[in-house]
């Protein structure tokens, strides 16, 4: 296939994308709504939109239908199409429709150009005989959210200014809160968009039963809501109704015949102790509902001034690390597996740090949560892989490593990563820039990056392992079901989470627990890989019951790739 070819089915499939999406937003519009190409031909439209010009929108084909206008509008339809294509500009135009009854009436074309680069456009069609209608809806899309009905951020603003004017008159206190429902991603990744709606509305449906008439709530937008409650007489009436909040949000939906469960983390603030102003009490709320995520999320957490100390670090933090790459202060350490018999390196784990500054070297458990939340993990994880594979053709190069020797470097991968459908072809560059045999390779992916539920991830998964990949089950610290429903998943090894080496030595049960363990993990054809060993009785305990590998400090620290070498040599 060309590159013109490839490049031709990107786009065709990214403009699929974009009219997918927008004929989602089509359906929450009130008022007709279209995607047109350049001569009228309609792509997608809403039920409204259907209802009125009779075009079938089911599944949003609307096979080629046209809207139908007057004869006489017919050349200024075509017109204005063209000048909204070409022109990339919006523009309205007078009609009159044509019904099937063959009545005409007075309506407005109000169209924009879709991307720069594409021959369609969205258009909303308004009937001047019910203006006054339109208004009343447009005003109404102006203040509420078109998908759950609650008042937007617009709305709440305007209240809460309201209120606090009204409470400073009062002398009375009022809260704000400000919920953000945990890992909601995950729903929309697992279900689909539609079923990620249906749960919002759902949501939004029970909070407000849990509220007082005099009480709003809001949708700011994706999946955060805010809560202004007036005439606040104690704080701990504020506590009671969070935690009502909490408690019905985690009850079960049933969703496309799934039963769903969320979770929320709320953070709260009060006028006029943590704040007088609109921005500034939001703005607090919001530090809050941060410090409820960190503290383990389905919690609520009220405001206080040393919070702000934390997110200015914090915010310091996402700065720096933004610039990591482009001031190439990251690098990989490399860890050594041993054999737990032999003691011979079988393998290397490569390990992300970041050179911050003035705080040192970072271990990636201390930034990664927030490159993940600032959407840069996969980008984080795609350097690591790069690196790791140049560094890995280097060494196959200078002879210290071999495939014939059933040696492998392990490199994490995050959940973004594995979903995405070009992730397996990005591993197979990786090996031809490198001329490395895939053999050579481990991908560590632990229980939250797998996403069970995710087809894409598992396809994704079925085609490394077909192109001779190892997959390491990373971080394992459940219990044996979670094992079982991983079975049809090809893994090569089941790495023991570090916090679970303590607890398996001082638990009386500790051996009969580990021995069933690797019984079952070689069952399924896997190896067992302890990680976290400290001290040789440690190594010697897991060998003795079992287990293949041995990483931990007892063996080696994570080691640039400079003094890894060396260690090496010295093997050979």
């Given amino acids: 296939m060309s590159s013109g070819d490839s490049q031709f089915r990107y786009l065709s499939q990214l403009m699929d994308g974009i009219v997918t999406d927008i004929g989602r937003f089509l359906d929450h519009l009130p008022v007709a709504g279209f995607i047109l190409n350049r001569d009228g031909t309609v792509l997608v439209c809403n039920e409204r939109a259907a209802n009125f010009l009779t075009i079938d929108s089911e599944s949003h084909a609307c096979s080629g239908s046209s809207i139908r206008v007057s004869p006489s509008c017919r050349a200024d339809l075509a017109a204005h199409l063209n000048e909204v294509i070409t022109n990339k500009e919006e523009h309205l135009l007078d009609i009159r429709i044509l019904l099937d009854d063959g009545q005409e009436i ?57 209120a606090i004017s009204d409470a400073r008159r009062r002398k009375e206190q009022l809260a704000v809160m400000l919920i953000d429902l945990d890992d909601f991603k995950n729903v929309n990744d697992t279900l689909g968009h539609s079923a990620g709606d249906q749960v919002l509305k759902a949501v939004s449906a029970r909070m407000l039963a849990c509220l007082r008439e005099t009480d709003t709530l809001s949708r700011l937008g994706g999946d955060e809501f805010t809560v202004l409650m007036q005439h606040v007489v104690e704080v701990k009436d504020a506590a009671a109704t969070a935690y009502r909040l909490l408690d019905t949000i985690r009850q079960p939906f049933e969703i496309q015949d799934t039963f769903v469960t969320v979770t929320g983390s709320i953070g709260i603030c009060l006028y006029p102790d943590d704040g007088d102003l609109a921005d500034t009490l939001i703005r607090n709320a919001d530090i809050a509902m941060y410090r409820s995520k960190s503290s383990g999320k389905n919690r609520v957490a009220f ?18 690390l933004r610039k990591a790459i482009q001031e190439r202060r990251l690098n990989l350490h490399y860890q050594p597996i041993v054999h737990s018999s032999t003691k011979k390196i079988i393998g290397l784990e490569a390990l992300l740090r970041w050179d911050s500054g003035n705080e040192g070297v970072l271990p990636a458990g201390q930034f990664i949560q927030i490159a993940e939340k600032l959407g840069l993990c996969s980008i984080f994880s795609d350097w690591a892989l790069l690196t790791a594979g140049q560094q890995l053709g280097k060494w196959m190069d200078n002879n210290l490593i071999s495939a014939d020797d059933d040696f492998r470097l392990s490199i994490n991968v995050c959940a973004d990563q594995l979903a995405d459908p070009e992730f397996p072809s990005r591993i197979g560059s990786v090996l031809d820039q490198n001329n490395l045999p895939p053999s050579l390779l481990a991908l560590d992916l632990a229980e939250e990056v797998i996403q069970l539920g995710n087809s894409q991830a ?11 990949i190892a997959l390491n089950l990373d971080d394992f610290s459940q219990a044996f079901p979670t094992l079982q429903e991983v079975s049809d998943i090809p893994f090569f090894s089941l790495k023991l989470d570090q916090n679970v080496v303590p607890a398996l030595l001082d638990n009386p049960n500790g051996e009969h627990i580990l021995k069933a363990l690797v019984v079952l993990a070689h069952q ?26 041995l990483q931990g400090y007892h063996y080696s620290r994570p080691l640039p790739a400079s003094e890894m070498e060396t260690l090496l040599k010295n093997q050979q």
């Fill in 106 to 162: 007075p309506a407005r074309l109000v169209s924009k150009s879709l991307t720069p680069d594409s021959d369609l456009c969205l258009s909303i069609l308004i009937e001047l005989e019910y203006r006054k209608d339109h208004v009343r809806i447009l005003s109404h899309l102006a203040y509420y959210d078109a998908l759950t009905g609650l008042p937007n951020r617009l709305l709440f603003n305007d209240r809460l200014r309201w």
């Fill in 303 to 320: 405001f206080n001034e040393s919070m702000r100390d934390s997110v200015d670090r914090k915010n310091d933090l996402e700065r720096r």
């Fill in 458 to 468: 598992k396809i994704n998964m079925l085609k490394l392992h077909e192109m001779g």
């Fill in 524 to 549: 399924l054809g896997f190896i067992v890989v302890v990680e976290g060993v400290e001290d040789e009785d440690a190594g010697e305990w897991f060998q003795t019951h079992g287990c293949d590998g």
